[in-house]
């Protein structure tokens, strides 16, 4: 099977861009690639309902729960799993746009202490154990404060899913700094990550495309080249 690679961050830290850059490059190296997107919000059934969950349509963060938005989420991809599993089948390296840590940092940063604890488990089990969804090889972070995600995310094209200019999540600013921490936890924790700054830290600036994805291909292209593990749960 390829390597799989996922692209995770906060709503607006360039997860598209970048994912589609990689794409670009490990082709101009002779790999064959293949790019996937989550949600997939008109391919799937559960994709339609997420994107009426981000259009506000199923009530707003405080209403509509965690674990309930989760299995949306996780749905979508179990649907999408012969996809996945046939792609990584067909080629050198698969490269996501979201994927299961997305689901955890997005559900968890709603809750704190140990119900947080208890949801990011939850949802480990059903992505990776009852779903049986391949785990990724490396995991891409890119990593942007909250108040230049809001600039980049006014920036957007207009999405399939609702026409207004920021959806359920990205509107929420406490909440998306709640997200990019729970994320920060996360590649702390698991070596297999790689945190890519979007900002350099002593001016601020935003890092340009290809700086950043400099970065990301010389980050990723040993464990690229390697032989791949076995990510079956």
């Known amino acids: 099977m390829g390597r799989l690679i996922a692209f995770e961050g ?5 997860k598209g861009t970048q994912s589609a850059e990689l794409v ?31 259009d506000g349509k199923l009530g707003d963060l405080t209403t509509v729960p965690p674990l309930f938005t989760a ?5 979508d991809r179990v649907e999408s799993k012969t996809s996945l599993i ?9 490269v ?19 119900d947080r604890d208890e949801l990011i488990a939850q949802i480990g089990h ?8 391949p785990r990724p090889d490396r995991t891409v972070l890119l990593d942007v404060p909250a108040e230049t995600a809001r600039t980049l995310i006014a920036k957007k094209a207009k999405r399939v899913y ?28 698991d070596d297999s990550w790689l945190l890519v700054p979007t900002v350099e830290a002593e001016t601020q ?14 980050g990723l292209i040993s464990s690229i080249n390697s032989e791949s593990p076995s990510r079956m749960a």
């Not at 046939?86 to 698969?94: E, K, P, Q, R, S």
């Not at 746009?97 to 704190?112: E, G, K, M, P, T």
């Open 10 to 14: 906060i709503d607006g830290s360039g």
């Open 24 to 54: 670009k490059r490990l082709s101009a190296r002779g790999l064959r690639v293949e790019r996937l997107a989550f949600p997939r919000y008109e391919a799937t059934f559960f994709g339609g309902l997420i994107g009426q969950f981000l």
């Open 71 to 75: 299995l949306l989420y996780a749905s």
């Open 86 to 94: 046939d792609a990584l089948d067909a080629n050198d390296v698969v």
């Open 96 to 114: 996501l746009d979201r994927y299961v840590a997305s689901n955890v940092a997005h559900q968890s940063a709603r809750l704190a202490g140990s």
């Open 126 to 133: 059903v992505e990776h154990e009852i779903y049986a969804l």
């Open 162 to 189: 609702t026409a207004k200019e920021a959806d359920l999540f990205e509107s929420d600013l406490t909440y998306q700094r709640e997200v990019r921490a729970v994320y920060r936890s996360l590649a702390e924790a």
């Open 205 to 218: 600036r935003l890092r340009d495309v290809a700086e950043i994805a400099d970065e990301i291909e010389t």
